[in-house]
């Protein structure tokens, strides 16, 4: 059974950080594109950031540019998400997924991942 497992939600302060985890397990996922979303109450799902199989490109949603950072170990089969700066309006639920064999390219559409995890709460607080 494919499962992917985010951790590391809380609250913090504006301006602290947080370092978010995804491990995935029933699957290899070198050959997938690996990203993070976030749904704020009463909004859509959006795009926060992807990262290519091998790990050496990423792209960020301009809102986060500068102060999120995406990585992944394929090794562990795990991506990661640093958080800095966090702002108020970051608090959101955040999810990672898997686009399958989309490595090669940085999808930002919900919709081209096949795989998602549950859900982490990050609030921050003013």
């Known amino acids: 059974q494919v499962q992917l497992v985010e951790s590391g939600g809380g609250l913090v302060q504006a301006g602290g950080s947080l370092r978010l985890s995804c491990a995935a397990s029933?699957?290899?996922?070198?050959?997938?594109?690996l990203g993070w979303f976030r749904q704020a109450p009463g909004q859509e799902r959006a795009f926060v950031a992807v990262i290519s199989r091998s790990g050496g490109s990423t792209y960020y949603a301009d809102s986060v540019k500068g102060r999120f950072f995406i990585s992944r170990d394929n090794a562990k089969n795990t991506v990661y998400m640093q958080m800095n700066s966090l702002k108020p309006e970051d608090t959101a639920v955040y999810y990672c997924a898997a686009a399958v064999l989309k490595g090669a390219y940085y999808p930002r559409a919900p919709s081209l991942y096949d795989y998602w995890g549950q859900g982490t709460q990050v609030t921050v607080s003013a």
């Open positions: 029933g699957r290899t996922f070198s050959n997938d594109a």
